[in-house]
């Protein structure tokens, strides 16, 4: 039998929000989730110690793959903090293997798991495997919403394809996504020219060619600052032409 939140013992608890795209397919923001889960922890009496928060990161990955997660985990097991608070299941992991993992992470180490839309999750007990089997069919059907949701975007991007429009995610560097068709993006592909120009000419390193890219104030396409592993995949997509349409290309 469950307890409610207000019955169980008052603790400083280590919360936790996740989005696994910089748009979340689902609607459900980080602002959501960190509204949901403060007010949750505030109406029960508990004290959120810290709030774990997982950018892009998606619900399939394990949890010693994703550093907020295992942060907070960490954060039980050292005692800062009693116990784990997210929005729901679906945000601590939408596969059902990761999720029982993290689950079973906290109660290893005595901590306690609660979710905003349930309320505490008991640990298992052999004397009722209902308790278990309930927790995990909610897990496969999270797993199930997010296959269906992978699935559609797949057939979109394939009609795409098929149509001749690009279809996969943010263009490369040097290149841009305009009414569904790749175009040149002039400014990128003028710091495209300067990078294989010190490649092949000034035979730098990919580590010297980011510094030279910064101190010339050639910007990356995301982020402020250019590493050695971004200017590698830009210039292994070097080319005149357009990316291919029928495949995801490599990201700069």
């Not at 910089?22 to 508990?46: A, C, K, M, P, Y």
């Not at 296959?147 to 690009?166: C, F, N, S």
């Not at 730098?204 to 060619?209: A, D, K, N, Q, T």
């Amino acid at each position: 039998m469950q307890v409610s939140a207000m019955e169980a013992i008052k603790m400083r608890l280590a919360g936790y929000i996740r989005v696994s795209t910089g748009s979340q397919l689902d609607g459900f923001g980080l602002e959501d989730q960190e509204r949901i889960v403060r007010r949750w922890t505030r109406e029960n009496g508990h004290k959120l110690a810290h709030l774990f928060i997982e950018k892009a990161v998606s619900g399939t990955i394990a949890g010693e793959d994703r550093p907020e997660l295992a942060a907070a985990l960490s954060w039980i097991e050292d005692k800062k903090a009693g116990g784990l608070v997210a929005p729901n299941l679906d945000r601590l992991a939408r596969e059902l293997v990761v999720q029982e993992a993290a689950l079973a992470q906290v109660w290893k180490h005595d901590g306690k798991v609660f979710m905003a839309d349930q309320g505490e999750l008991l640990p298992d007990d052999p004397e009722d495997p209902m308790r278990t089997a309930m927790r995990q069919m909610m897990g496969v059907f999270a797993q199930l919403d997010r296959g269906m949701i992978v699935a559609k975007l797949r057939r979109g991007r394939r009609i795409k394809g098929e149509k001749g429009q690009y279809a996969y995610g943010a263009p490369p560097y040097g290149w841009a996504a305009h009414k569904k068709e790749l175009t040149k993006e002039e400014l990128e592909q003028a710091g495209r020219a300067r990078a294989r120009e010190l490649r092949d000419e000034d035979e730098l390193s990919y580590r010297e060619i980011a510094a030279v890219l910064e101190a010339e104030e050639i910007r990356p396409k995301r982020g402020e600052r250019w590493h050695p592993e971004t200017v590698r995949r830009m210039l292994a997509n070097d080319t005149d032409k357009p990316p291919t349409l029928h495949k995801r290309p490599t990201k700069a």
